[in-house]
């Protein structure tokens, strides 16, 4: 997925199943394996982070995009769990690892 040919297939409808496939798309792909350098995962986390959400915001029968990734871009703390919109307010982000800092870029 982090080449557009990659990208196009996965959004093209399945020739069984009609021209509209899915109205939602959630994308769970990630390079999720430590160790690698930077420019790994570069390309396996934000090249394809980039391209699906562009393909999805390009797409018209794409109503909704979701993402998920990892906790790993928020500051580790003992309190009790709080919301991603409370922790992006009170400036709770702090990526612990790479991975987590090329998922907030």
């Avoid at 009609?18 to 959630?26: K, R």
């Amino acid at each position: 997925l982090s080449t557009v040919a990659g990208v196009d297939a996965a959004f093209e409808a399945p020739a069984n199943r009609g021209s509209y496939p899915f109205t939602i798309a959630i994308n769970l792909a990630s390079e999720t394996q430590y160790g690698f350098p930077e420019f790994k995962y570069e390309r396996g986390i934000l090249q394809l982070r980039l391209l699906c959400a562009r393909k999805a915001a390009a797409t018209q029968y794409i109503e909704k995009y979701i993402e998920v990734s990892t906790a790993q871009v928020y500051e580790c703390s003992n309190d009790k769990p709080i919301t991603e919109e409370a922790a992006v307010r009170k400036g709770k982000l702090k990526p612990w690892t790479l991975m987590a800092k090329k998922h907030l870029e």
